[in-house]
């Protein structure tokens, strides 16, 4: 989970916020999406240009901070904020935005070009490489026309990339990929605000149903090549030593839809499961969902392992929360994984670079070695406190979507991975 802390921005302007009822935004999905679209096309020199993902806790911050802070957001935490007409053209305008400021940039005599802003740059803070987080909410509150505001981490810090026209790069690790620096395959936006509002859909059924021990999901790296496994080859031998169950449905809108007393079933091979139903099982607790390719031709578009019961397993009837297994603890109504302070070994914990970023070509040569920028894997914290150090156990566990419950670094068993 991404901890935040600036409780000093947390005001009554929560009421400003615009809700979404089901906890699943498809309009802000495809405003990030179209955001990124511009980082993946951004010409000038980056170093590490990742996907902007969606967050959960930077969501709520949106929704919550008071407008009057946002100018001197950047002075007091680690996130910056942007603003947008709306979710429908706001990332056009943005980039129109991007367009004016380098045409007056690139203007100015090179000595006198600052590498980095201190102050809100509109058009250029979603293409700030430093950048792998962000969550949005619509307000009533913003001026100019402005209906969205967006926080984005985790660097307090804009650097301007050069005038010239370049090639990204990767370093440190990173592949480029689709148009972006990528370290690793891990579930992208969408799948993890599904999670998010699954996880709220599934806390209210144990509160109306009284169930006692509903868990919490997270991603499961092993469930995700499982999937995978199942979408590509249809192969029976998956079926050996099975411990999950399956569900399909067209969006992800539609896999949060509850219908206890619905019949409708899918078949692999002679196991039946049934795909308004399988979500919500109390005791599954790791999810994977992966694309259907049309090939199959299911009527679906998605689908989602869960784990790690085999058989239909029914809940306890009690207070929601109060049996939850040893190493969970209640949640709000869910049961969710409890996570030990326990240090890694120092050979483990790599030693964080203290550099400046470097976003000119000319400069790269030059400044030794180039500061990879954090992740949106490795960023536990979001604070004024420095970067923290990655130790080696976040390869097997990290937490993306970010919830409330966050005391401490999980112990896991090893070869398994953890997305809240």
């Known amino acids: 989970m991404l901890f935040i802390v600036i409780s000093i921005f947390l005001v009554e302007s929560i009421n400003s916020a615009v809700p979404n009822f089901n906890g699943f935004d498809r309009e802000q999905l495809n405003f990030i999406n179209a955001l990124n679209i511009q980082r993946a096309a951004f010409d000038h020199y980056t170093v590490n240009m990742q996907k902007l993902i969606w967050n959960k806790d930077l969501q709520g911050l949106a929704e919550s901070i008071d407008k009057n802070s946002l100018s001197t957001f950047h002075n007091q935490t680690n996130l910056r904020y942007m603003a947008a007409t709306n979710y429908e053209n706001g990332a056009q305008k943005l980039d ?22 201190k102050d809100y740059t509109p058009g250029l ?23 969205v505001v967006c926080l984005l981490g985790p660097s307090g810090t804009l650097p301007i990339a050069s005038c010239p026209q370049s090639i990204a790069t990767c370093a440190n690790g990173f592949e480029y990929k689709n148009g972006f620096c990528s370290n690793s395959d891990l579930p992208d936006s969408d799948q993890l605000m599904y999670i998010s509002a699954l996880n709220e859909k599934r806390r209210q059924i144990a509160v109306k149903d009284d169930i006692a021990n509903m868990y919490e999901f997270v991603w499961n790296r092993n469930l995700h090549d499982i999937a995978l496994n199942v979408e590509q080859h249809f192969d029976s031998r998956i079926l050996q030593k099975r411990k999950w169950r399956m569900t399909e449905f067209v969006d992800f809108e539609k896999g949060l839809d509850y219908d206890p007393n619905s019949k409708e079933e899918i078949y692999f091979y002679n196991v039946a499961f049934e795909i308004h139903k399988e979500q919500f099982r109390p005791l599954q607790r790791e999810i994977a969902c992966v694309a259907i390719d049309k090939k199959w031709n299911t009527g679906y578009n998605y689908l989602c392992l869960l784990g790690p019961e085999a058989e239909k397993v029914e809940g306890t009837k009690g207070q929601p929360g109060s049996q939850c297994d040893f190493n969970y603890v209640e949640n709000n109504g869910l049961c969710s994984i409890v996570r030990t302070s326990a240090p890694p070994p120092e050979s483990q914990v790599p030693k964080p670079s203290t550099e400046s970023p470097v976003c000119n070509p000319t400069d790269a040569v030059t400044s030794g070695t180039i500061q990879p920028p954090l992740t949106r894997y490795t960023t536990e914290e979001l604070t004024p406190e420095p970067p923290p150090q990655v130790p080696k156990e976040l390869e097997d566990y990290e937490e993306l979507d970010g919830d409330e419950y966050d005391p401490d670094f999980p112990t896991v068993p090893p070869r398994k991975y953890y997305f809240y």
């Open 125 to 147: 803070e979603h293409l700030n490489p430093l950048q792998t987080i962000i969550g949005c909410a619509k307000r009533t509150d913003l001026l100019q026309d402005h209906t």
């Open 96 to 117: 129109d935005k991007r367009i004016i400021f380098y045409n007056d940039y690139c203007r100015e005599e090179e000595e006198n070009r600052q590498p980095e802003s």
